[in-house]
């Protein structure tokens, strides 16, 4: 995905087992979609607590925070629990959001990547960020939402 591409029109099943399109979003709130290798790994929850921690700012912004990883739906609802962490989570099993948004395997191809996306409140990709440092995401996304304010 390139900076100005359309949101795919994936479905996904989120943590409790509903489906999930990302083209439900269109037209209504901007989001940010983050790909993270593993639920309950140190690094994992840390992106996910700070996501949390800020989870009002992106509210503010008119923003929605997606997380997505290859673990199953029942794994995310226990995350999500374990962690009180108030938004949605992927089921991404078959890599499909991965191969469609392109994000790499790191650690020659051992780790699933960490990759962030930013999209507008139309869809628009506005700004996409790797780095397998865990606490850069969040920043990283909310400045690009704030820098987008309308």
């Known amino acids: ?39 309950f790994t140190p690094g994992c929850t ?32 226990k995350f999500a629990s374990r962690y ?10 078959k890599k499909r959001a991965r191969d469609v948004f392109g994000v790499k395997s790191s650690l020659l191809g051992l780790i699933p990547g960490r990759e962030t996306f930013i999209f507008d409140k139309q869809g628009k990709l506005l700004h996409k960020f790797n ?5 850069k995401h969040m920043p990283e996304a909310l400045y690009v939402l704030k820098k987008n304010q309308n």
Request: charged content about 30%; hydrophobic content about 35%.
């Open 1 to 39: 995905m390139n900076v100005g591409d359309k949101v795919p029109d994936l479905e996904l099943k989120d943590q409790n087992g509903k489906a999930f399109k990302f083209s439900d979003l269109i037209g209504k709130k901007a989001f940010v979609v983050y790909f993270y290798p593993k639920d």
């Open 46 to 77: 840390k992106e996910a607590c700070s996501f949390r921690d800020s989870y009002e700012d992106f509210k503010e912004l008119g923003a929605e925070v997606i997380g997505i990883s290859g673990d199953s739906t029942e794994s995310h609802s």
């Open 84 to 93: 009180n962490l108030p938004y949605v989570f992927l089921s991404d099993d």
């Open 131 to 135: 780095s397998m440092n865990a606490k």
